[in-house]
């Protein structure tokens, strides 16, 4: 996405598909994208024009400060030109925090959110959201 209006746009189909994978997958009556999926998140980045490298915002929770240029959008003001997002915890495959985005394995929600002014941004990028879906196990080496 090259522009602002697009950016708009983007977040505002990201924001409805995103609201297609809620629900409970057994109940008959949810969406067939939850059943699929079984996640309720699109993670997403946010790139400015002057910058080849993504957003990133920082967060404290249970004792533990995280940097993350991933995100899950909240809510979205088009005339306002306003995106409340929480951000995803980055862990590596061990499950250690971290911020390099070469080494994310799982990301996790947290309940750590920022309102962003959209003007500020040119891009977006979706993320696999199978890096909600996995777990960490560490198999001995013996």
Do not use: H
Not at 52 to 81: C, M, N, Q, W
């Amino acid at each position: 996405m090259e522009n602002r209006a697009d950016v708009l746009t983007a977040l505002k189909v990201l924001k409805e598909q995103q609201d297609q994978l809620a629900g409970d997958p057994s109940d008959c009556f949810s969406s067939l994208l939850t059943k699929l999926f079984k996640v309720d998140t699109i993670p997403f980045s946010l790139y400015s024009i002057d910058s080849v490298s993504p957003f990133y915002a920082e967060g404290f929770i249970e004792e533990a400060y995280f940097k993350t240029p991933f995100f899950r959008i909240e809510s979205l003001d088009i005339k306002k030109k306003l995106s409340v997002v929480s951000l995803l915890m980055p862990f590596d495959v061990y499950g250690d925090v971290v911020s390099d985005c070469k080494d994310v394995y799982l990301l996790k929600r947290t309940p750590v959110f920022l309102s962003l002014e959209l003007k500020d941004f040119t891009r977006v990028k979706c993320m696999d959201i199978n890096l909600l879906k996995r777990e960490i196990i560490i198999e001995p080496k013996w």
